[in-house]
Nanobody, 125 residues
Framework: QVQLVESGGGLVQAGGSLRLSCAASGRTFSSYAMGWFRQAPGKEREFVAAIDWSGISTYYGDSVKGRFTISRDNAKNTVYLQMNSLKPEDTAVYYC??????????????????WGQGTQVTVSS
């Protein structure tokens, strides 16, 4: 069982930056691939970024490539999402998720086993 708690969301102007954190409970954090998803009102949950259990491989959604960076610190049981050059269309609730997939970097919601409660990110124009 893994519990995930996101933090770092807030209100920022377009062009600004935010860093989201996701703290995980349990001693097996390094066994999980980790991902970030987001969901805007009236829209489906969208893949943002993911990182494999080792931290070596990453994968990004097309809408955030070159602007967002995912990273993890297995010693701190934490995964991060650095978001730069934010746009109003990045406004959403951002969710952290954990996957037991060991090969590759999962990017489909069904591949994730545990989810956080989400943190709101609002980008004003």
């Amino acid at each position: 069982q893994v519990q995930l708690v996101e933090s770092g969301g807030g209100l920022v102007q377009a062009g600004g930056s935010l860093r989201l954190s996701c703290a995980a409970s349990g001693r097996t954090f390094s066994s999980y691939a980790m991902g970030w998803f987001r969901q805007a009102p009236g829209k489906e949950r969208e893949f943002v970024a993911a990182i494999d259990w080792s931290g070596i491989s990453t994968y990004y959604g097309d809408s955030v490539k070159g602007r967002f960076t995912i990273s993890r610190d297995n010693a701190k049981n934490t995964v991060y999402l650095q978001m730069n050059s934010l746009k109003p269309e990045d406004t959403a609730v951002y969710y952290c998720a954990a996957s037991i997939v060991r090969l590759g970097v999962p990017f489909v919601t069904d591949e994730y086993d545990y989810w956080g409660q989400g943190t709101q990110v609002t980008v004003s124009s």
